[in-house]
């Protein structure tokens, strides 16, 4: 079965530019996270979908982030503009849905940011 | 107050050392409980998964939870130097609830 797969795995920008990632879940998974998780931290959940739907957008800074799953299927989590605290790893994660029993989440490699 | 609190080590032990990894947490909302293991440069993996209070154990790995005191552990036996690793507790209330992550605990084995 393959994994979470997110691309690029780095990406350095300068501050004020924008950048984007992408996210392809595992096959057959209703429910896509992104995560970011800041040097020294553990991950922090920005948005959570259940298909192509926002499940929750609490802690995503909507002045400056944004993320769609169009299809429900891949996503993409988009920063515009960055930040020099938007340095860090954006994790994706995906699992079968909200009724399952464990609902364990799969997490992807990352991609790392950093900002100048 | 954080939710979740974890110590970031770093914590180094011989091969063949019992380990003790812990966190505390104060939303006793808290239900489910997981270990995740971070290598370096990789994305967490899930370890051990727990309902409520317990113990649970999955070869060398044995996970105990106590909710009276709010404090959950991870135990590995006979640590192997492919342990090295930053090993993440996280909880939720509920299934389709989100994960609160710990700060991560680095652990390095060594030989």
């Known amino acids: 079965e393959a994994g979470v797969a997110q691309s690029p795995r780095y990406k350095i920008i300068e501050k004020r530019q924008s950048v984007a990632f992408w996210c392809n879940p595992i096959s057959g998974h209703a429910t896509l996270y992104w995560y970011q998780q800041i040097l020294g931290q553990g991950p922090k959940l920005l948005i959570q979908f259940q298909n192509n739907g926002v499940v929750d957008d609490s802690q995503l800074p909507k002045d400056r982030f944004s993320a769609e799953r169009l299809k429900g299927v891949d996503s993409t989590l988009k920063i515009q503009p960055a930040k020099l605290e938007d340095s860090a790893v954006y994790l994706c994660a995906s699992s079968y849905g909200l009724a399952t029993d464990k609902n364990i989440q799969y997490f992807g490699a990352g991609t790392r940011l950093s900002v100048l | 107050q954080k939710e979740v609190e974890q110590d970031p080590g770093p914590l180094s032990v011989p091969e063949g050392a019992i380990v003790s990894l812990n966190c505390t947490y104060s939303?006793?909302?808290?239900?489910?409980f997981m270990w995740y293991r971070q290598y370096s440069r990789k994305g967490p993996e899930l370890l051990m998964y727990?309902?409520?209070?317990g113990n649970k154990e999955d070869g060398r790995f044995t996970a105990q939870v106590d909710k009276s005191s709010k404090y959950i552990s991870l135990f590995i036996r006979d640590s192997q130097p492919s342990d090295s690793a930053t090993y993440l507790c996280?909880?939720?209330?509920?299934?389709?609830?989100?994960?609160?992550f710990g700060t991560g605990t680095r652990l390095q084995v060594t030989l």
């Open positions: 996280a909880m939720s209330p509920g299934t389709a609830s989100k994960l609160t």
């Open positions: 939303n006793s909302a808290f239900q489910y």
């Open positions: 727990t309902y409520s209070s």
